[in-house]
Nanobody, 129 residues
């Protein structure tokens, strides 16, 4: 059974930083595509950043490029999202997700959430102005 547990969310002022963590069990990161998605109230879920360890392909949403960095510690089966220069529009519930990588059409320009089968419970990020 795949289990994903996010942590690290909270309240931060605009311009501040947060680091989200996603601890995974039941999977091996080397074989999986992993990613961060977010959903703000009244809005659709959007992909924030995804990575495939096997070949290093990484996706970032245009809205976070240059501010967010995705990484993973495969030995610890933990994924991270370092978020810098946070803006009020980054406020959302952030979810980590994982899927066996051959099943995900991940590229530098696309990370479709509909292909991910395992999801965490989410962690709230609130950025005040």
């Amino acid at each position: 059974e795949v289990k994903l547990v996010e942590s690290g969310g909270g309240l931060v002022q605009a311009g501040g930083s947060l680091r989200l963590s996603c601890a995974a069990s039941g999977i091996t990161f080397d074989d999986y595509a992993i990613g961060w998605f977010r959903q703000a109230p009244g809005k659709e879920r959007e992909g924030v950043s995804c990575i495939r360890s096997s070949d290093g392909v990484t996706y970032y949403a245009d809205s976070v490029k240059g501010r967010f960095t995705i990484s993973s510690d495969n030995a610890k089966n933990t994924m991270y999202l370092q978020m810098n220069s946070l803006k009020p529009e980054d406020t959302a519930v952030y979810y980590c997700a994982a899927q066996y990588s051959p099943l995900v059409p991940l590229s530098a320009s696309s990370c479709p959430g509909s292909f991910f089968g395992s999801w965490g419970q989410g962690t709230q990020v609130t950025v005040s102005s």
